[in-house]
């Protein structure tokens, strides 16, 4: 049963692109976290937000910024995109922080010709 | 800073067989370790967690792990594989005030029939 939405489920671009990912979770939770997984299925975390705060933020370049409107919903935007950043871009949430149980979606895979 | 290793990328197993997918961690204090489960092309699936307690602790499907602080492990056992167990197994971990998911690189199970 799925309660993390994102779209799209896959995106096909350019190099120097801007790109826009969509995550929504409907399960009430305070948590939401953005993760790369690379084609070697190796994850991590880049982003997480807590009530629409930022409280983790990895060393990803300053082309990736998350987006949060209300607690429900954390977008990713990627301005310029470069080959590097194909990969799976996977978002969770949890009820509080980390060491919460983490609800995945689907994931968006991103392919950068 | 905590890290974790799972020396296995790949295991093959038979169905009805047993298994024991391996994990370790390094951390000097209080950590929290879990297990989540990937199939192809999905999104990542809580299993089980362990803070304190009880060092075997029991999650879904039949899955199992056990923390061992002398052996600095938590590795994820099934007494009986089923073909749809066959998936990638990420063991991560978080440590002390440091509120980040470290997910190991994975474990690919396969379960022939």
């Known amino acids: 049963e799925t309660a993390v939405f994102q779209t799209p489920n896959y995106h096909v671009t350019q190099v120097g692109n801007e790109v826009s990912f969509n995550c929504k979770q409907t399960?009430?939770?305070?948590?939401m976290y953005w993760y790369k997984q690379d084609s070697k299925k190796l994850l991590k975390i880049m982003f997480s937000?807590?009530?629409?705060?930022?409280?983790v933020n990895e060393t990803v370049p300053r082309r990736f910024s998350p987006q949060s409107s209300d607690k429900a919903h954390l977008n990713l935007r990627i301005k310029s995109v470069e080959p590097e950043d194909s990969a799976v871009y996977l978002c969770?949430?949890?009820?509080?922080?980390?060491?919460?149980?983490?609800?995945f979606g689907p994931g968006t895979r991103l392919t950068v010709l | 800073t905590q890290t974790v290793s799972q020396s296995d990328a790949h295991v093959t197993v038979f169905e009805g067989d047993s298994v024991e997918l391996r994990c370790n961690y390094s951390?000097?204090?209080?950590?929290?370790l879990s297990w989540y489960i990937q199939h192809h092309g999905r999104g990542l699936q809580f299993l089980l967690k362990?803070?304190?307690?009880?060092?075997v602790v029991q999650g879904v499907n039949g899955f199992e792990a056990e923390f061992s602080k002398s052996d600095s492990s938590f590795h994820l056992r099934k007494a009986s594989v089923h073909w749809s167990d066959s998936a990638v197994y990420f063991c991560?971990?978080?440590?002390?005030?440091?509120?980040?998911?470290?997910f190991g690189k994975g474990t690919l199970l396969t379960v022939t029939p």
């Open positions: 969770a949430s949890s009820l509080g922080g980390s060491s919460y149980e983490q609800y």
């Open positions: 399960l009430g939770h305070d948590t």
């Open positions: 937000y807590n009530n629409k705060q930022l409280i």
């Open positions: 951390y000097g204090g209080s950590i929290y």
């Open positions: 362990y803070y304190s307690g009880n060092p």
């Open positions: 991560a971990v978080i440590g002390g005030s440091n509120y980040k998911l470290t």
